[in-house]
């Protein structure tokens, strides 16, 4: 018995020192780039893993907030993240709700139809034509409307509709409200765990978005952060374009992009713990039933 | 009610149905200006293109090689730790460590590759460390024998913590009564693992191996297009990457259609077999 107490008390210590070394693998990267970037850009070229910013300065960030597309940029970033979420889950919301009612006809087909486009597509070069014949290339649009619904995301919320009483629907009926009224006063603000969730879902999807971007936009001034940061990526790894900086001038390029690192993960980053007390119940529903 | 539904349905119409009937294009030789209507039909001669152009095979193999070794390291990962994390007993260390390992899922594939560049480019501490140790290779990302070892390591560095809520939901869902009949009979926590947890979460692990199998044929573009550089590029394309280097860059408009097209139906075949294989063999099944 003594034998087993101390085998199970051994797996504990194990067990607790793997997850938090794991942990520390997780977050130290982002850590490291975070001190980094605020470290001298001549210490950071030397290449040492550092715990704590050393002689401290924000130069690589006045670098990049004087660029003259950044503030562009960041704006373009900004705007595709709220104004696509928002598009998205208004869509989605309309879209699955109908869906969700077993009596409506013709829902089981339309919410097939949706389900199809998950296993089949067209592919890449029909859309990227699409997108072309609408007029859409090169403007923000483009990033919004062509991925405006996550087909997955339908499939989550009809099913957490379906699991909603009836009862509240005839309710909403006597007191007089229209489908609208039911779907916007009622379904939604009870559905907050899974619509918070799935918000969050779409603003991630928004933010880090690259492929349309790369595919759809050409000209700078509607870049998003992502593809502005592959593109300092690019010149920054040359060598030759390091070298090509001068003694005289500092060498910041290196903190440049940690910097830019950073803006383009922190602000995404913090939407997730607003999120964070409806989404842990929010992905289990979906999770469980999806 | 159908008033409701008709702005999602005409989105699905235009972006996801319209295209569907673009993949004609396969079939003509495509001309921005002649459209749709009044480009040439070619036939299978695009198909017949692609199956004897030598980078097929190349696209192909990158493909498989890249999936078969996610499934082999990546799909086991989430299912490990959230055993571990299932034994842990303060509340408190458990939820951090949640917190810490979701959070490499917000965050893009472009940081993420920007992340291992600056690790392992020729001035990278890890490049430093591995010469140190005596590999002799200072251009890591230029090496083609690790650039699916790099592609792997990173997907599961992104996404193995956020894999593990679903399984952790499935734990969640076990009754305690069980272990508390075993701890009676004797067992330990080895043997409550292997005779409860396992089995009980079995079922989970089977529905999501299936639908890992449905996924072979996507990869993310994102990933492999930023990773990407001429020198490893043959052990980095595929099939996305391809596409958009032949359709969208160079306007191979109906060549590339043609190699989407491969893509789609194989993809599609797999998850309809998917779908059949755990019907056969469990009572789950998504359609």
């Known amino acids: 018995m003594k034998k087993l107490r101390f085998g199970s008390f051994a797996f504990d210590a194990g067990n607790y020192a793997a997850l938090a070394l794991l942990a520390v693998l997780m977050i130290f990267p982002f850590w490291n780039v975070l001190v980094s970037s605020i470290t001298a850009p001549h210490l950071v070229l030397e290449g040492a893993i550092r715990l704590w910013p050393e002689q401290l300065t924000f130069v690589a960030f006045t670098t990049i907030f004087n660029t003259p597309n950044f503030v562009k940029v960041f704006q373009n970033t900004v705007f595709i993240t709220v104004i696509g979420t928002f598009i998205s889950m208004l869509l989605s919301v309309l879209l699955a709700y109908p869906l969700s009612k077993k009596r409506l006809a013709g829902a089981n087909a339309m919410a097939f139809a949706v389900f199809f486009t998950m296993m089949f597509s067209g592919g890449i070069i029909p859309s990227y034509l699409l997108v072309k014949s609408l007029g859409m290339m090169n403007t923000l649009w483009s990033l919004m409307i062509p991925n405006a619904i996550n087909a997955f995301n339908i499939m989550i919320l009809i099913s957490f509709f379906r699991t909603l009483p009836e009862e509240l629907e005839d309710s909403g009926r006597i007191d007089g409200c229209n489908d609208f009224g039911i779907l916007f006063r009622i379904m939604v603000p009870i559905s907050m765990p899974i619509i918070a969730t799935l918000t969050l879902f779409y603003a991630v999807a928004q933010w880090n978005m690259f492929f349309q971007a790369v595919m759809y936009i050409s000209n700078p001034n509607n870049y998003t952060l992502q593809v502005l940061l592959r593109q300092l990526l690019i010149v920054l790894t040359s060598d030759a374009v390091a070298a090509s900086l001068s003694e005289d001038v500092p060498r910041i390029g290196v903190t440049v992009k940690l910097a830019m690192i950073v803006v383009s993960t922190v602000p995404i980053l913090l939407v997730y713990p607003f999120l964070q007390k409806h989404f842990a119940k929010g992905m289990m529903l979906g999770s469980v039933k999806g | ?287």
């Open chain 2, 1 to 287: 009610m159908y008033l409701m539904a008709l702005p999602g349905l005409l989105y699905f119409a235009v972006f996801h149905y319209f295209p569907m009937w673009g993949i004609v294009i396969a079939f003509q030789d495509y001309n921005p200006f002649d459209g749709l209507m009044h480009s040439e039909w070619v036939g299978f001669d695009h198909f017949t293109r692609l199956f004897k152009h030598p980078d097929f095979w190349l696209i192909l193999r990158n493909t498989l090689v890249v999936s078969i070794l996610n499934i082999v390291f990546f799909f086991p990962a989430p299912i490990v730790l959230a055993l571990l994390l299932n034994e842990v007993r303060t509340a408190f260390f458990k939820k951090s460590v949640q917190t810490v390992i979701y959070l490499p899922h917000f965050v893009s594939w472009v940081v993420i590759c920007s992340l291992t560049i600056s690790l392992m480019n020729s001035e990278g501490v890890l490049t430093k460390l591995v010469h140190a140790m005596g590999y002799p290779q200072l251009q890591l990302l230029m090496d083609k024998s690790l650039f699916w070892g790099i592609i792997t390591v990173q997907s599961i560095w992104k996404d193995a913590g956020w894999g593990t809520i679903i399984f952790l939901a499935a734990l969640a869902g076990i009754s305690p009564d069980l272990y508390e009949s075993a701890k009676v009979d004797g067992a330990n926590r080895w043997q409550q693992t292997i005779h409860i947890t396992l089995p009980c979460v079995m079922n989970t692990i089977i529905i999501l191996l299936i639908l890992r199998l449905g996924q072979v044929m996507n990869i993310s573009f994102d990933q492999l297009y930023i990773m990407g550089n001429p020198l490893v590029k043959e052990v980095a394309e595929v099939f996305d990457t391809y596409v958009y280097q032949a359709g969208v860059l160079q306007g191979n408009f109906s060549y590339a259609t043609a190699v989407g097209i491969f893509k789609s139906a194989v993809g599609f075949l797999l998850i309809i077999t998917a779908n059949y294989i755990s019907k056969k063999t469990s009572e789950h099944h998504l359609f």
